[in-house]
Structures are given as structure tokens and as C-alpha cells.
């Protein structure tokens, strides 16, 4: 599970360099699926994995606005600044955990769920490598090669 997660943030930063070389008109427009577009999808990453995290340690959530980080800076700069908190939590998480219950409260539709910690988990894990996905097929639509998806050879297993 730690390897997974240490995958995702290195395809995630490996993301924000490749929209380095993209015009922001390119990375705001709607796409018409998932989340809406390209900066819109790495900013719902960020803020859904560190949501979830929340959820579990008690945490205070983020407001989710993405009006207020629609730019590369300020999406690479919210998961900088996130990512020292996600990460203590899960390379600090043990398999012992996996069964502990977690209850989430849902503002929107006010509605409260009950699920295991390696569940929330797992799901953040699929979750990251679902819009992943989306954005590869974007990345070609723009006439782009889009970011390697291996895990192979990205020395996380060093």
C-alpha cells in the first residue's frame, strides 16, 4: 500500500512538470468528463486524497474550492503544502489499522458513512490512478506524450 502511494506522488509531480510545458489555456479548459480538465482533475487529486485523510485523523478538511487554486503554482503549491501531513499518515500507517472503522460525515448531502481505514485507502490509491488515466488520454488528444504511467523502473522497490 506504501508503495502505491509513493508511485502516485511521483507520477503526480511527474504530471505537474509536464504541465510546466503546457499552455494554462490547454490546462483550464473543460475536457467534458471526470472533474472537468486538466488542472481541475490534479487539484480534485490533491484535495480528495487529503479529504479522506482527514476523514480518518479528525483532521479539519480543506475548502475544495478549486476557483481559488486555478493556476499550476497554486495546485502544486496546495499539494506541497498537503503532502508532509498525507505522507506522516501513511508511511506511518500499519497493517494492524486496515479493520479500524471510520465514520465520514458528507456536508453535501448530509449523510454519514461507515468504512475501514485500509478501504479509504485502498480507494484513494485507485482513486489518483483512475484520473491518471484521464489525463494520458487528454495529454494525446492535446498531440502530447503523456506522463509514463510504469510502475517499473522508478526506483520505488530500491
Known amino acids: ?8 506522488w511521483q507520477v503526480r509531480d511527474d504530471w505537474f512538470s509536464w504541465c510546466e510545458t503546457v499552455p494554462e489555456g490547454d490546462l483550464l479548459k473543460s475536457r467534458g468528463a471526470g472533474v472537468g480538465g486538466i488542472l481541475k482533475t490534479l487539484f480534485h487529486i490533491v484535495a480528495v486524497e487529503y479529504s479522506w485523510i482527514c476523514d480518518i485523523t479528525g483532521r479539519p478538511d480543506l475548502d475544495d474550492d478549486f476557483e481559488a487554486h486555478a493556476s499550476l503554482e497554486r495546485v502544486v503549491s496546495l499539494s506541497r503544502t498537503l503532502h508532509p501531513v498525507v505522507g506522516d499518515f501513511v508511511l506511518n500507517w500499519t497493517d494492524s489499522r486496515h479493520q479500524e472503522k471510520v465514520t465520514v460525515y458528507h456536508p453535501r448531502t448530509g449523510q454519514q458513512e461507515t468504512f475501514r481505514e485500509g478501504e479509504i485507502l485502498d480507494h484513494i490509491i485507485a482513486h489518483e490512478i483512475h484520473h491518471i488515466g484521464q489525463l494520458s488520454v487528454w495529454a494525446r488528444e492535446l498531440g502530447r506524450e503523456p506522463v509514463t504511467a510504469n510502475l517499473i523502473r522508478r526506483g520505488i522497490y530500491n
Open 1 to 8: 500500500m506504501k508503495t502505491l502511494f509513493q508511485y502516485n
